[in-house]
């Protein structure tokens, strides 16, 4: 598979993709027209927009902790996603795999389970890595399973962001409240984080040990801590757009890379 020399997103892809997601509501809501205003996309939105580019008629594809959702902020692309592919299989050892409407196969449990002699072009893992226990070890299932030159996509979080580091230092019964003021998260959707793979650093270790070689890497700012609250939010986007003037990241922010392994 080729990544389409990817490395700088182009805007108009990501301006199709904001269009997908939103335009079909008769109203912009609140918090994407004010997202619109800045010129900002999330990191959701990046991480979407290389996920339509990769995805071919002929991919075979993983998606590894899928739970109910493919996108979960972008059904319309999962379905369109779902169709175009040659197969897509789910594998998650959570009960929510068995809610997902989009994936092809499903299988309930670790990576590790999966048929060894099954083989894709590519593996995503969206916002599972913070939870794996055993990197190493998932890492050289997926050897095993991703084809020569096929790819794997990474996106995390960034263990060194404001909101992981304090996570980290919470006690676990107190994540899900946390995460419901702020983003209305349910409950079922919230599992204990490990932080083990979500440092670049970490990532590229982790992957050529497993035969694989960053082939991509991005830092997507976010701005999504305070984004139900209008004014919080409204100051997380001004001083995004300060710090970029100046060049410089982004505080909170999310990890995506893609790796590919070496033929």
Same mark, same amino acid.
């Given at each position: 598979?080729?990544? !389409?020399? @990817?490395?700088?997103?182009? %805007?108009?892809?990501?301006?199709?993709?904001?269009?997908?997601?939103?335009?079909?509501s008769?109203?912009?809501?609140?918090d %994407?027209?004010?997202?619109?205003? *800045?010129?900002y996309?999330?990191?959701?939105? +990046?991480?979407? !927009?290389? @996920?339509?580019?990769?995805?071919?008629?002929?991919?075979?594809?993983?998606?590894?902790?899928?739970g109910r +959702?493919?996108?979960?902020?972008? #059904?319309?692309?999962a379905?369109?996603l779902?169709?175009?592919?040659?197969?897509?299989?789910?594998?998650?050892p959570?009960?929510? @795999?068995?809610e997902?409407?989009?994936?092809?196969g499903?299988?309930?449990?670790?990576?590790?389970?999966l048929?060894?002699?099954?083989?894709f072009?590519?593996?995503?893992?969206?916002?599972?890595?913070e939870?794996?226990?055993?990197?190493?070890?998932?890492?050289?299932?997926?050897?095993?399973?991703?084809?020569?030159?096929?790819i794997?996509? @990474?996106?995390?979080i960034?263990?060194?962001? #404001?909101?992981?580091?304090?996570?980290a230092?919470?006690?676990f019964?107190? +994540? +899900? %409240?946390?995460?419901?003021?702020?983003w /209305?998260?349910?409950e079922?959707?919230? *599992?204990?984080?490990?932080?083990r793979?979500?440092?670049?650093?970490?990532l590229?270790?982790?992957?050529?040990?497993a035969?694989?070689?960053?082939?991509? *890497?991005?830092?997507?700012?976010?701005c999504?801590? *305070?984004?139900?609250?209008?004014l919080?939010n409204l100051?997380?986007?001004?001083a995004?757009?300060?710090l970029?003037?100046?060049g410089?990241r982004y505080?909170?922010?999310?990890?995506l890379?893609?790796?590919?392994? /070496?033929?």
């Amino acid at each position: 598979m080729q990544s !389409a020399g @990817i490395r700088n997103f182009d %805007p108009d892809e990501l301006a199709s993709l904001f269009d997908l997601k939103y335009r079909g509501s008769v109203e912009l809501g609140p918090d %994407p027209a004010r997202r619109q205003r *800045f010129n900002y996309y999330n990191p959701d939105d +990046h991480y979407e !927009a290389l @996920i339509r580019k990769l995805v071919q008629p002929q991919t075979r594809w993983l998606e590894v902790g899928c739970g109910r +959702h493919i996108f979960p902020s972008n #059904p319309a692309l999962a379905k369109e996603l779902s169709a175009r592919c040659a197969s897509l299989t789910g594998v998650d050892p959570d009960a929510t @795999i068995e809610e997902n409407p989009f994936v092809h196969g499903k299988v309930r449990g670790m990576v590790e389970d999966l048929d060894p002699e099954l083989q894709f072009d590519l593996v995503t893992l969206r916002m599972v890595a913070e939870h794996v226990a055993d990197p190493a070890d998932m890492l050289k299932t997926l050897s095993n399973l991703v084809v020569p030159n096929g790819i794997v996509v @990474i996106y995390t979080i960034n263990k060194w962001s #404001p909101v992981p580091l304090a996570t980290a230092v919470t006690p676990f019964s107190l +994540h +899900h %409240p946390i995460k419901y003021v702020l983003w /209305r998260g349910e409950e079922k959707d919230t *599992f204990p984080t490990t932080y083990r793979m979500n440092t670049r650093a970490q990532l590229r270790e982790l992957f050529s040990t497993a035969g694989f070689a960053e082939d991509c *890497f991005w830092y997507l700012d976010d701005c999504r801590t *305070f984004q139900r609250f209008r004014l919080l939010n409204l100051l997380e986007l001004s001083a995004w757009r300060v710090l970029k003037a100046m060049g410089l990241r982004y505080p909170e922010n999310c990890l995506l890379g893609v790796y590919r392994r /070496r033929g």
